[in-house]
T-cell receptor
Framework: KAGVTQTPRYLIKTRGQQVTLSCSPI?????VSWYQQTPGQGLQFLFE???????NKGNFPGRFSGRQFSNSRSEMNVSTLELGDSALYLC?????????????FGEGSRLTVL | TQLLEQSPQFLSIQEGENLTVYCNSS?????LQWYRQEPGEGPVLLVT?????EVKKLKRLTFQFGDARKDSSLHITAAQPGDTGLYLC??????????FGTGTSLTVIP
């Protein structure tokens, strides 16, 4: 079956702009979580959505937001981009809620902020 | 806040050697997972350990969860070039949130 699909794979933005990233989970998976990966900080949890509800949120500023649609697809948005937002953004889906098993990751969206 | 510290951060070894990667925390986790990430890809789950003291084997990989469920180790026997990648531990806390370790970048030289 198809894996987790993230779009776009690469993007370049400038400071102050905003960006929207998309994630299509594996068919039948209802939980989608987002992570930011940087060389210095590693993988950091952004938020998790389950059945269109945000169930958990990491320690990121309000510029980072997300949502989940009825078909389980999810988007995350970063407004007023800063240089430090440059990172690989990973989406992961799981069948149930995040604590019930394996996370299946997409290939990520690599964001560069100039 | 980084709750999981992995060591070593970088490891370069010859094919056939053995190695151990450590994942340590002062926090207790209800479960712990190990993932491997290759360049340009997302992490892929290797194993989940749940019980303190649990040992799981996956071919040449042996995973152990500490008795107090605060730490874990990954031992690879007779490493092969295909083992090259970034190894990440991830602990699930009581708030149902995964915390990932800082990662160990392994290079196995043929």
């Amino acid at each position: 079956k198809a894996g987790v699909t993230q779009t776009p794979r690469y993007l370049i933005k400038t400071r102050g702009q905003q960006v929207t990233l998309s994630c299509s989970p594996i068919s039948g998976h209802r939980s989608v979580s987002w992570y930011q990966q940087t060389p210095g900080q590693g993988l950091q949890f952004l938020f998790e959505y389950f059945s269109e509800t945000q169930r958990n949120k990491g320690n990121f500023p309000g510029r980072f937001s997300g949502r989940q649609f009825s078909n389980s697809r999810s988007e995350m948005n970063v407004s007023t981009l800063e240089l430090g937002d440059s990172a690989l953004y990973l989406c992961a889906s799981s069948r149930g809620q995040i604590n019930t098993g394996e996370l299946f990751f997409g290939e990520g969206s690599r964001l560069t902020v100039l | 806040t980084q709750l999981l510290e992995q060591s070593p951060q970088f490891l370069s070894i010859q094919e056939g050697e053995n190695l151990t990667v450590y994942c340590n925390s002062s926090s207790v986790f209800s479960s712990l997972q190990w993932y491997r990430q290759e360049p340009g890809e997302g992490p892929v789950l290797l194993v989940t350990v749940v019980t303190g003291g649990e040992v799981k084997k996956l071919k040449r990989l042996t995973f152990q969860f500490g008795d107090a469920r605060k730490d874990s180790s990954l031992h690879i026997t007779a490493a092969q070039p295909g083992d090259t990648g970034l190894y990440l531990c991830a602990g699930l806390n009581t708030g149902n949130q995964f915390y990932f370790g800082t990662g160990t970048s392994l290079t196995v030289i043929p």
